[in-house]
């Protein structure tokens, strides 16, 4: 079975703090995914990344970037946390690009106060 | 931009009936997943839909994909209790962009 593992279950952070979610896949996927998501708006991609040491930008990536220095880990970092940013988070994973689906992490609960 | 439409976004329905939900997009892709959240749960995938007139069945739900339309179907039939939860739909344009979600709520 595919595991994608979030390093967090809940996370409760300042204002203005850096934050780091990291997520971990067992299974070497290629492509790597950040989400967030809201009551009502549903998921929303942030980052994602279909190689080491690639990212690309999904529809909401003001105030986020990534890091993918291995294939099996990929971070999302919050430069300057803000309340706006209190969300959940999930991470997912996917073999390969287009013909696979992806596979989600638990998701880390994160409040920024 | 990718936009992917879900209808309706909330179905409270009773035990043993039939209902489908809809899935609209707007680019041209052949690739559409659905997947199942439970409360506090994360996401679980259901089915996977690759081609035009792909049709998928497991137990009381059938998903089919027509890429003509740009729609995408997740079909219950009898619906039971255990089938309560929020369903996505997903398309695949190179990022994978999801719906809003349709929360599900079957009444015994």
């Known amino acids: 079975d595919v595991k994608v593992t979030q390093s967090s279950r809940y996370l409760v952070k300042r204002t203005g703090e850096k934050v780091f979610l990291e997520c971990v896949q067992d299974?070497?996927?290629?492509?790597m995914f950040w989400y967030r998501q809201d009551p009502g708006l549903g998921l929303r991609l942030i980052y994602f990344s279909y190689d080491v040491k690639m990212k690309e930008k999904g529809d909401i990536p003001e105030g986020y970037s990534v890091s993918r220095e291995k294939k099996e880990r990929f971070s999302l970092i919050l430069e300057s946390a803000s309340t706006n940013q209190t969300s959940m988070y999930l991470c997912?994973?996917?073999?390969?690009?287009?013909?696979?689906?992806?596979?989600f992490g638990q998701g880390t609960r994160l409040t920024v106060v | 931009e990718l936009k992917v439409e879900q209808n309706p976004l909330f179905l409270s329905m009773q035990e043993g009936k039939n209902y489908t939900i809809y899935c609209n997009y707007s680019?041209?892709?052949?690739?559409l997943y659905w997947y199942r959240q439970d409360p506090g749960k994360s996401l679980e995938s259901l089915f996977v839909l690759l081609s035009n007139g792909a049709v998928k069945q497991e137990g009381r739900l059938m998903a089919s994909l027509d890429t003509k339309a740009r729609l995408s179907t997740l079909h219950i039939t009898a619906a039971v209790h255990d089938l309560s939860a929020t369903y996505f739909c997903?398309?695949?344009?190179?990022?994978?962009?999801f719906g809003k979600g349709t929360r599900l709520h079957i009444l015994p």
């Open positions: 997912a994973s996917s073999l390969d690009r287009g013909r696979t689906e992806a596979f």
């Open positions: 997903a398309v695949d344009d190179d990022k994978i962009i």
């Open positions: 680019t041209t892709s052949d690739r």
């Open positions: 299974m070497d996927h290629e492509n």
